[in-house]
Every structure is written in C-alpha cells, then in structure tokens.
C-alpha cells in the first residue's frame, strides 16, 4: 500500500512563491518516476511537473520557467517550488507516480492565489 502526504499549501499573493512537500510510504521515490500534478475546480487532474528516475524534469507549458520539481532521497521527500504565481495556478495539487497507472491518491494541498 502506498500513501503520499501533501503539504505546504495556502494563500500566497500573485507573483509571490510557495514551496509544496511530498512524502511517501509504501514507494522510494529513487524507483519511480514521479510527479506533481493538480486540479482546479471544474477540470480535469493534470500534470505540471515530473521528474524521472535519472533525475530529468519536463514540465507542463503553463508552468515552465516558474516552478521548479526536486526530490531528495535521504528522506524520500518530494519537493515543488512554485514562483511567480498567477490566479490559474489556484488548485489542489497532489503528488503520485508518472504515469499514475492506478496508485492512490492522497488528500493533496490547496493552493489559492489570491487577486
């Protein structure tokens, strides 16, 4: 069983910057390719950010040059550091291999940029 653990969300003003944390067990994220994705309300989940097993990151249009995917294996720690962040960045954003291919979800963490 695998369980992923979001946090690091809130408020944060447009331009301003935030810094979202993922933890799992169950999963070494040294194995796996994984990546952050999110969903706003009224859409569908997508992937914003992902980060291969060599370490290779690709990042979805809308956020590349802005947010940034990390890991560090000493703690099996997920990180996304989001910057210069606009109103269409307002979701809830999970973390979870890539592809999903069917692993659980976790609650995620909200994310509100406020205009």
């Known amino acids: 069983q695998v369980q992923f653990v979001e946090s690091g969300g809130g408020l944060v003003q447009p331009g301003g910057s935030l810094r979202l944390s993922c933890t799992a067990s169950?999963?070494?994220?040294?194995?796996?390719?994984m990546g952050w994705y999110r969903q706003a309300p009224g859409k569908q989940r997508e992937l914003v950010a992902a980060?291969?097993?060599?370490?290779?990151?690709n990042y979805a249009d809308s956020v590349k040059g802005r947010f940034t995917i990390s890991r560090e294996y000493a703690n099996n720690t997920m990180y996304l550091q989001m910057n210069s962040m606009k109103a269409d960045d307002t979701a809830v954003y999970y973390c979870n291999v890539n592809p999903n291919r069917g692993l659980s979800w976790g609650q995620g963490t909200q994310v509100t940029v406020s205009s």
């Open positions: 980060i291969s097993r060599g370490g290779a990151t």
């Open positions: 169950g999963i070494w994220f040294g194995f796996n390719d």
